[in-house]
């Protein structure tokens, strides 16, 4: 079968002041349907420009990203958009949530957007929120839910289009432990019943952990790679833990 993402000598540079920045430095590497994948690196290693470049907001320099096989690096702005719509699942740090609309709208809005039917999109939503355990929530705005409500919210629309891809940045980024905790299983479900496949850029190492495989970059590189396999999640943390203290981080905040 082929890879949902196929990432091929991807490079982007940035040139200020007669300088260039090598931001992402050849990279390659595939993602399978299915696939629960970590990004992580220090500050500055490249991890935003590479799901940038992934999500399709930025331009790669040199190198071809395919996603579910069709080559993104060279599609023109309005074929980007409805790719985007239809095939990719953005869960973001700041939730961006509409305020004015509840849980279940904001999930209703995704779906009217890919031209769902409308007889059809609250049978979706009440799937969904079945599926997150966010049954509970789906009439309360914005400003009335927990930031961990707001971002399994954000999941559910993440999710709700049946994208090829999910790409989360710093999901927990904002949220305190208790609420990063429920993100974390919302992603699980979404990854181990809905056979999501998702891409996480996340500094965190604990966050990390619930991930399948992780990808370590530095200077625009891959630097290392480790798989959870068979093994607990306490024991897939302290192998994080050994990358990221041999790559330079500190023990608290991963890097
Ligand atoms: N628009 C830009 N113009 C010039 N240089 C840039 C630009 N965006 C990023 N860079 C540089 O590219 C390198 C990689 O940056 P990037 O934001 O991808 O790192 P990161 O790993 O996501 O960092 P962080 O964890 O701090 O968000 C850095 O050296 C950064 O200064």
């Known amino acids: 079968m082929n890879p949902v993402l196929k990432v091929e000598n991807l490079q982007k540079y940035y040139k200020t002041k007669g300088a260039v920045t090598k931001a992402v430095d050849n990279i390659s590497f595939e993602v399978q349907r299915g696939e629960y994948i970590g990004i992580m690196g220090a500050s500055g290693s490249g991890k935003t420009t590479l799901l940038n470049c992934i999500s399709t907001i930025d331009h790669a320099t040199a190198g071809r990203i395919f996603i579910n096989s069709r080559d993104v690096t060279s599609l023109n702005e309005k074929k ?20 004015t609309l509840n849980g279940r709208d904001n999930i ?9 039917e409308v007889r ?4 979706l939503i009440e799937q969904v929120a079945a599926d997150l ?11 009335e839910m927990s930031g961990g409500q707001q971002q399994r919210i954000a999941c559910a629309r993440a999710i709700v289009t049946k994208p090829s891809l999910i790409l989360a940045d710093e999901p927990t980024g904002a949220l305190d432990s208790k609420s990063a905790g429920m993100l974390l299983d919302s992603l699980s479900l979404m990854n181990e019943k809905k056979e999501a ?28 790679e480790i798989v959870r396999g068979a093994k607990s999640r306490k024991l897939f943390f302290d192998e994080i833990m050994q990358v990221i203290s041999f790559l330079g981080g500190d023990k608290g905040h991963a890097f």
Do not use: W
């Open 133 to 143: 355990e966010i049954s509970a929530i789906l009439d309360k705005y914005p400003y």
């Open 120 to 123: 059809n999109i609250p049978r």
């Open 108 to 116: 209703a809005l995704a779906l009217a957007i890919n031209g769902v």
């Open 80 to 99: 980007l958009a409805r790719f985007r719509r239809e095939e990719l699942g953005f869960i973001f740090q700041n939730f961006n949530l509409l305020d």
């Open 197 to 224: 496949t998702i891409l996480m850029v996340t500094h965190d190492a604990f966050t990390a952990s619930h991930c399948k495989r992780i990808l370590f970059i530095k200077d625009g590189k891959i630097f290392n």
